[in-house]
C-alpha cells in the first residue's frame, strides 16, 4: 500500500493554458483545488523503445480488461494497432470489481489473463497495489504530463476525467440550463416537477468519488444540503451510459453527475442531449492504467502504456472522450476533451483530482450512507 502521508499531500493541477497554469493550492479545510501527490517510491526507468519493440515481436497480442466504453477505447486500440501492426489487442469491457476479480482469478489459474487493467475504482487500485498485481514500468514521456499522472507502484493517471452536467435539450433550455450546483438545486427546489435528474449510483466508484470531490470542494454541509434537494428526484444508474439514454427518452431533464465519456457520447445524440461543466465544483475522477505483474506480452504493455502518453494518443483520446493531460496540449479542431477546455470554464480553485489514497476510501462508508439517506434508501 502506499504510505499515508503525516499531513494533507496535495499537487498542483498543472495545465499550461495560454501562458498560465491551472494550478490548485494546498488547503487543509474541505474548500479549494487540490490534487493529490503521488507516492514517493522509486519507479523504473522508462524501457528502450526498440528493445521492447524487437521484444513484442515475440509475444501473443495484447489483453486489456477495462471498465471504459469499448466503443470510447476502439480508437485509441486501432490507433496503436496503426502503429504497431504485428500487435493484436483485444479488449474486454468489464464492471471495475470484474476487471480485477477476473484478472486474479485467471492468474491464479496459470491462465492466459489481461496484460493492463483499466478502471475508476480507487479501492480496487489501492488492493491491487497491496496484492502486487501491478507491474514497476515507466512510459515513455511522463515528463511531458502533470506529476499526478504517476501515483507510484505502477499507477498511472490514463486520464482525469471531469465530472459534468447533462441535460435534456428538450426539456431544459435558456435559464433553466444548469451552471452550477448551488443553482440546480434552487431551480430543483422552486419547481420540483420540472427538474427530474439522473445521476450515477453512489455505489459506483465514480459516482462516490464524484461526490467525495464535491465535499471537497464545497464542503460537507453544502453539498449534503444539495444532496437532500436531489435525492428525492433523482434516478440513479450503475452505469453511466443508462443514465444517458434515460435522458435522452425525456424521463428525466438533467443528469447532475455524469462522466467526463459523456463528452464523445452526447454529440452521437443528434442534439437531444448537451453537455457543460460546473462553475461552483468539477471534481475529476482519476481513469487508472496499470500493467499486470503477470502480463504475457509485457513489451507490448508498455508499448501501449508509451503510445497512451504520447502526442498522438493524447490526440485520440481526445477525440474519443477521455480527458487529455499533456503540458501545453493543443487539441484537434473540434476535439474538447483536454484539461485547457476545462480551465476556459472552470476556475483552478473550483477543481480537484480525487487522489488515490486510503483517505477516500475511509470515508466512503461514511459519504455514501448519507447519499443513501439522501435518496430515501
Excluded at 505502477?154 to 435534456?168: A, E, I, Q, R
Excluded at 470554464?345 to 455514501?368: C, E, F, R
Aim: aromatic share 8%; hydrophobic share 40%.
Amino acid at each position: 500500500m502506499r504510505p499515508k502521508s503525516s499531513h494533507s499531500a496535495v499537487l498542483a493541477l498543472a495545465v499550461l493554458v495560454a501562458g498560465a497554469a491551472l494550478a490548485g493550492c494546498s488547503a487543509s479545510g474541505s474548500s479549494g483545488s487540490t490534487t493529490p501527490a503521488a507516492s514517493s517510491s522509486p519507479a523504473a526507468s522508462p524501457a528502450a523503445v526498440t528493445d521492447l519493440v524487437s521484444r513484442s515481436h515475440k509475444e501473443s497480442g495484447l489483453i486489456v480488461y477495462g471498465n471504459t466504453p469499448a466503443s470510447v477505447m476502439k480508437p485509441l486500440l486501432d490507433a496503436f494497432t496503426k502503429a504497431h501492426p504485428w500487435i493484436k489487442p483485444a479488449y474486454s469491457q468489464l464492471s471495475d470489481n470484474q476487471v480485477f476479480s477476473k484478472y486474479q482469478s485467471e492468474h491464479a489459474q496459470s491462465a492466459r489473463t489481461a496484460d493492463l487493467l483499466i478502471s475508476d475504482s480507487i479501492p480496487q487500485v489501492l488492493q491491487g497495489e497491496s496484492n502486487g498485481l501491478f507491474a514497476s514500468v515507466t512510459p515513455q514521456g511522463l515528463e511531458k504530463f502533470p506529476k499526478f499522472t504517476n501515483q507510484g507502484h505502477g499507477v498511472y493517471v490514463m486520464s482525469p476525467d471531469p465530472v459534468l452536467v447533462t441535460w435534456n435539450t428538450k426539456l431544459v433550455q435558456g435559464a433553466k440550463v444548469p451552471t452550477s450546483y448551488a443553482g440546480l438545486a434552487a431551480n430543483v427546489k422552486a419547481d420540483p416537477a420540472h427538474n427530474s435528474l439522473v445521476s450515477y449510483s453512489p455505489d459506483n466508484p465514480l459516482g462516490y468519488e464524484a461526490v467525495y470531490g464535491l465535499i471537497h470542494i464545497l464542503g460537507a454541509d453544502t453539498v449534503y444540503s444539495q444532496l437532500d434537494a436531489f435525492g428525492p428526484h433523482t434516478k440513479t444508474f450503475d452505469e453511466g451510459l443508462d443514465g444517458l439514454q434515460y435522458l435522452v427518452q425525456g424521463g428525466a431533464s438533467t443528469g447532475w453527475l455524469s462522466s467526463g465519456i459523456a463528452q464523445a457520447v452526447v454529440p452521437q445524440y443528434k442534439g437531444l442531449l448537451k453537455y457543460g461543466y460546473m462553475s461552483d465544483a468539477t471534481p475529476l475522477t482519476p481513469r487508472l492504467i496499470s500493467q499486470t505483474s503477470g502480463a504475457a506480452s509485457p513489451a507490448s504493455a508498455q508499448l501501449f502504456l508509451d503510445f497512451v502518453f504520447s502526442e498522438q494518443g493524447q490526440q485520440v483520446m481526445c477525440a474519443s472522450g477521455m480527458e487529455a493531460s499533456m503540458n501545453g496540449f493543443k487539441p484537434a479542431t473540434g476535439c474538447t476533451a483536454d484539461l485547457t477546455d476545462l480551465a476556459k470554464h472552470v476556475p483552478a480553485a473550483k477543481t480537484y483530482l480525487v487522489p488515490v489514497s486510503q483517505g477516500v476510501v475511509d470515508q466512503q462508508k461514511t459519504i455514501t450512507g448519507r447519499w443513501n439517506k439522501a435518496l430515501g434508501r
